[in-house]
Structure formats: structure tokens, C-alpha cells
């Protein structure tokens, strides 16, 4: 059975469907400069219309890639908290299309 909604891989091969920030912070914390150096979250669908990536950065660091083509956005930024970096992936995630994901109601009272 495959992600709901979305999977992170890393360069060594780990997989996790549906990674929570928790998971996020854990595969970003295993990365090193020689055999694992980055993660990508995506859709786990054919041709996903956003990815995000993060890489381990030479001078120390990270850097974090957020692109979306149907939103046409495209942000590159480093970082160096880990937590930080899940939290935001998380929350950026969280705010992206997934088919067959229930809408959001609004409700005015």
C-alpha cells in the first residue's frame, strides 16, 4: 500500500508514506555529506505538480527547496534547525492539493 497522500525518500533509499513532522525531522537528521545527502517529499502520484527537498549544504546546513508548479511558486532557503526545517515542510505540505482529500468547510457563525 502506497502513501495517502504524500512520501519522503532520501538518497539511501528510506521511504516513509505520509511522514509526520516527527518522521520529517528524523530522515532530515540522518542526512550526512557523503551517502544520504538529501530528502524529497512529493505526491505519490505520476507527474506530482509539487515537490519539496532537502539537502545537506558543503559549508554546513541546509538548503530547502519548495516548488509548486500549479500554485507557480518556487522558494529556495537555508537553515540549520531541523526542527524548523519539519515544522515548516509540514506545515507547507499541509496547504498543498491532494485529490480526493476532503475541502476544507468554512463556517460563518
Known amino acids: ?34 551517502d544520504n545527502t538529501f530528502v524529497v517529499v512529493q505526491p505519490d502520484e505520476d507527474g506530482p505538480v509539487w515537490f519539496a527537498s532537502v539537502a545537506v549544504l558543503d559549508a554546513g546546513g541546509y538548503e530547502i527547496v519548495r516548488r509548486d ?25 499541509a496547504a498543498r492539493d491532494f485529490p480526493g482529500r476532503p475541502t476544507r468547510q468554512v463556517t460563518d457563525f
Do not use: C
Not at 497522500?5 to 509526520?20: C, H, L, M, T, V
Not at 511558486?73 to 515542510?89: F, K, Q
Open 69 to 93: 508548479t500549479s500554485r507557480n511558486e518556487h522558494e529556495v532557503t537555508t537553515a540549520t534547525s531541523i526542527n524548523d526545517i519539519a515544522r515548516d515542510l509540514t506545515i507547507w505540505m
Open 1 to 34: 500500500m502506497g502513501a495517502q497522500y504524500y512520501g519522503a525518500d532520501s538518497k539511501n533509499g528510506d521511504r516513509i508514506d505520509d511522514p509526520s513532522q516527527d518522521a520529517l525531522f528524523m530522515m532530515i537528521s540522518e542526512l550526512n555529506s557523503s
